[in-house]
């Protein structure tokens, strides 16, 4: 059996990411970090039907002993490195933290593997934040990068390290540069989900208004499903490499909107407000992802339009808060 280590298994993309590999025969180990909270801390694998399955290890990224003792129990054939502080608009209010989790975390990673299992495959979860200021108006593996956040900064530390594992040891490390991905488990803290949960909220009448940030910017938004497969393709291939998962389409917040109150027969003008305090220090305006060397490389590609995702999205928050109510 082949054997999977995934940090950040309690987020969104760990949960559809162990649900992939089990359906694949991977015995799948996640890491998690000790919480007051450890009776909902697995709720998106519940969600999902997998936590029954998965061996969860206690452990944290900032402790490279952890990590060490983890990789020597468990001997993985692949480790997914998924875990970070995520939360682009957090990473001012909390830099330091940024830097140790989403940067230096990866350091202790690749560290423990190398000295551990340099023979397994690793996969870094690298961001489009790292493009930032844009370059070029669609964003390959080739575009320079412009981070515009503690957060991108921490990210293209861990990216750079990556690359350099591989050149520098020959180990088997790829970077996936994923675009911004969604589904019925993203964070409520994220924009997507806070418009679908606020469609939800208003329609049933459990509130009156949603309060967003910047409505002008503009997001390539795909489908953690269709992306976590993509991570997954990286480590089947025999050499490892950088790819760019982007659907190709850029969306305003706005549009984005319109679709999530369109779908429950709503008008969004009768309910968004502008909430100067959501608005961030610097803002990426535009991002938009060009995947054609994971189309030829790995035979990736998108399968979920955003329209689809966003419908399914509101329809979970509906019946999330219909079942609060029995
Ligand atoms: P989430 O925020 O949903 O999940 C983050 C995960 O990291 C959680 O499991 C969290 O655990 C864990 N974590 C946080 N701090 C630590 C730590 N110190 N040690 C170990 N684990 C920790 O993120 P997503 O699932 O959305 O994203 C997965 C990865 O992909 C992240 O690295 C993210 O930055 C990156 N990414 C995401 C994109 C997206 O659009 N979703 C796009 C590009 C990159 P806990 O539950 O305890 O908080
Ligand atoms: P992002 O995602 O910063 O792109 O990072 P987020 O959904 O937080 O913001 C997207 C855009 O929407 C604007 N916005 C708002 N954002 C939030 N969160 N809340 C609001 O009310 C709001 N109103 C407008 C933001 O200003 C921004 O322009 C995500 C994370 O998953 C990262 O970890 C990942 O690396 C990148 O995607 C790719």
Not at 262 to 278: E, I, K, Q, W, Y
Request: proline fraction near 3%; charge should be neutral; charged fraction near 20%.
């Amino acid at each position: 059996m082949t054997k999977a280590l995934i940090t950040g298994i309690t987020g969104q993309d760990g949960a559809y990411l162990s649900q992939l590999l089990l359906e694949h025969g991977y015995e799948v180990f996640g890491v998690i970090r000790r919480s007051a909270s450890s009776d909902i801390i697995g709720e998106r694998l519940r969600w999902l039907g997998v936590l029954d399955h998965i061996n969860l290890v206690d452990g944290n990224l900032t402790d490279l002993s952890s990590l060490i003792r983890i990789l020597q129990d468990v001997n993985p054939d692949e480790i997914y490195n998924l875990g970070a502080q995520s939360f682009v608009k957090s990473s001012w209010n909390q830099p330091l933290l940024t830097g140790v989790v989403t940067g230096l975390g990866v350091s202790n990673m690749l560290e423990a593997m190398r000295f551990c299992c340099p023979h397994a495959r690793f996969y870094q979860a690298s961001s489009s934040e790292m493009f930032g200021l844009i370059q070029e108006p669609m964003q390959t593996e080739r575009t320079p990068f412009y981070p515009r956040s503690p957060y991108a900064v921490a990210k293209l530390y861990a990216h750079w390290m990556t690359v350099n594992y591989r050149e520098s040891f020959g180990m088997h490390c790829s970077n996936g540069i994923l675009f911004n991905h969604e589904s019925p488990l993203r964070g409520i803290e994220f924009v997507t989900r806070r418009v679908t949960d606020g469609a939800a909220r208003i329609k049933l009448g459990l509130a009156t208004k949603l309060q967003l940030g910047n409505l002008d910017a503009k997001r390539d938004w795909g489908h953690a499903r269709d992306y976590v497969r993509a991570m997954w393709l990286m480590l089947q291939q025999e050499k490892p490499s950088d790819y760019v998962v982007a659907t190709g389409r850029t969306v305003s917040v706005r549009d984005m909107c319109r679709i999530a109150f369109a779908h429950v027969g709503l008008d969004m003008n009768d309910f968004v407000t502008v909430d100067a305090s959501l608005m961030r220090p610097a803002e990426v305006d535009v991002l938009l992802g060009d995947s054609s060397k994971a189309k030829e490389k790995l035979g990736w590609e998108p399968t979920i339009s955003l329209e689809e995702m966003i419908a399914e999205m509101v329809e979970a928050d509906l019946a999330r808060h219909r079942s609060r109510l029995k």
